[in-house]
């Protein structure tokens, strides 16, 4: 089956760290560009990082750039999100999701819970 | 940047009734890369029609999606409804290595 599922979410302070996993089924990782985008009730859906198929060509969202790193683990086929110095604006559902044709995203996992309070 | 505006924010109608969902791009877009998700509460967002007009995968031709090649307004039909149409759909669009989202019309079917 064809599938992501994420893991990693929880609850942190503000200032601290957290690293998300996307684990792929189904198909290869490296075939697809990979993004992850957020979803809570005040900003709605947002995207937040992307990595094409050349691990070297990575894309965020200005609000998290310098703080977030994607990236791709090729071994596991599983895909990464480390988020550093973690703000309460940061509190949403996280997803993983694969590029399909034209910009769209075609797959999506279940999505993970991120919630930065103090 | 692209802001996409989605009308109306809620809409409520009857089983076997036409929705017509607007999303409106702040500046003219490339229709090539106007995407459209189903939501339903609890769930992750589902790709429904990309390129403003082409259905994903297995899709029912109940949804079609229409707009010009280059311009601002795209709209997502959904005829026949049912009761499980019920979600909130969201259009989406890809440009300069970025990825925007309108803020969703909330379906509900009576």
């Known amino acids: 089956e064809v599938q992501l599922v994420e893991s990693g979410g929880g609850l942190v302070r503000p200032g601290e760290s957290l690293r998300l996993s996307c684990a792929a089924s189904g198909f290869t990782l490296t075939t697809s560009w990979m993004t992850w985008v957020r979803q809570s009730p005040g900003r709605g859906l947002e995207w937040v990082a992307t990595i094409e198929r050349r691990e070297s060509d990575k894309h965020y969202v200005a609000s998290v750039e310098g703080r977030f790193t994607i990236s791709r683990d090729n071994a596991q086929n599983s895909l990464s999100l480390q988020m550093n110095s973690l703000r309460g604006e940061d509190t949403a559902v996280y997803y993983c999701?694969?590029?399909?044709?034209?910009?769209?995203?075609?797959?999506w996992g279940q999505g993970t819970l991120v919630t930065v309070s103090a | 940047e692209i802001v996409l505006a989605q009308s109306p924010g809620t809409l409520s109608l009857s089983p076997g009734e036409r929705a017509t969902l607007s999303c409106r791009a702040s500046q003219r877009i490339d229709s090539s890369y106007l995407s459209w998700y189903q939501q339903k509460p609890g769930q992750a967002p589902r790709l429904l029609i990309y390129s403003a007009s082409s259905r994903a995968t297995a899709l029912s031709d109940r949804f079609s999606g229409s707009g010009p090649g280059s311009g601002t307004d795209f709209t997502l039909t959904i005829s026949r409804l049912q009761p499980e149409d019920s979600a909130v759909y969201f259009c989406?669009?890809?440009?300069?290595?970025?990825?925007?989202f309108g803020q969703g019309t909330n379906l509900e079917i009576k």
């Open positions: 999701a694969r590029g399909g044709s034209w910009g769209s995203l075609d797959l």
């Open positions: 989406q669009h890809y440009g300069d290595s970025l990825y925007t």
